[in-house]
């Protein structure tokens, strides 16, 4: 009669262990993928008339939560498209004074005047994606990356 107990006493301590069978390196915390432990801060997107969009191309990793800033000086009217990019994310939020956006998607984003916003996502879909101004031709208003 005592068996029954003890093996259920067992089976409830090895449990937690089961979640690491799994080959999870336990680097996430509670939150998952919306662990501070698993979140990167990108360099940001200037959208300002004739300048570079970023330094670099950006490599992310998928399952890596990350935030970037976009800042727009008011120079011009500008957007920045990018679907394909927007599609192989889980955007987790959009930051614009103060006020977050949870959207179920997007396809792009246009700065009428000076201002910031702030994008919280998690890489999904492994490939080759781009964001960049419309209508521009010139490489520095491209930002190639690249979803491992």
Not at 29 to 49: Q, V
Not at 54 to 67: F, H, I, M, N, R
Not at 78 to 83: D, I, M
Request: aromatic residues 8%; charged residues 25%; glycine residues 12%.
């Amino acid at each position: 009669m005592m068996l029954k107990p003890c093996l259920a006493a067992l089976l409830v301590a090895a449990l937690p262990l089961s979640a690491l069978a799994d080959g999870d390196d336990g680097r996430l915390g509670l939150a998952g993928l919306l662990s501070g432990k698993n979140k990167e801060d990108l360099p940001p997107i200037i959208l300002s008339a004739g300048m570079p969009l970023a330094d670099a191309p950006w490599v992310l990793q998928s399952g890596t939560y990350y935030e970037f800033e976009i800042q727009g000086d008011g120079s011009q009217e500008l957007a920045l498209v990018g679907p394909e990019f927007f599609r192989a994310i889980w955007i987790d939020e959009i930051v614009v004074e103060g006020l977050e956006i949870r959207p179920l998607g997007l396809d792009s984003v246009e700065f009428d005047e000076a201002g910031e916003m702030e994008i919280g996502f998690v890489a999904i879909k492994p490939g080759r994606y781009y964001l960049k101004v419309p209508g521009s031709t010139g490489e520095t208003q491209r930002l190639e990356i690249t979803i491992k």
